[in-house]
């Protein structure tokens, strides 16, 4: 049986494999797009005005930060206004608490 099961996996990795390569080959025949191709330039026209501003002076190259940015309540908003937009925790109802009044007529 263990001849068996070792043949059987064998195989399977034999037939990924011959579908990985055969992927492989057909990737190399196709010209690569404009992004990967060798011997390209980049123009850095545009972003020498920038490079340069980061290069005098880094601090100011990004603008004024707000006075309160590093604040920590406005943190903990920004925090929970990320976790309120995450997918787990749309269309939950509330978990009802012993002991308190929700749902109930008080």
Not at 37 to 43: E, Q, S
């Amino acid at each position: 049986m263990l001849i068996i099961e070792t043949l059987l996996e064998l195989g399977a990795l034999g037939i990924l494999g011959g579908f990985l390569w055969k992927r492989h080959l057909a990737r190399i025949g196709r010209p690569l797009n404009d992004r990967g191709r060798i011997g390209v330039a980049l123009d850095t026209a545009p972003l020498r005005p920038r490079i340069e501003s980061v290069r005098r002076d880094y601090t100011t190259a990004f603008g004024p930060r707000p006075k309160d940015a590093n604040s920590k309540p406005k943190l903990v908003s920004m925090a929970r206004s990320l976790v309120r937009q995450l997918g787990y925790f749309h269309d939950r109802t509330p978990e009802v608490q012993p002991g308190s009044a929700v749902g109930h007529d008080t």
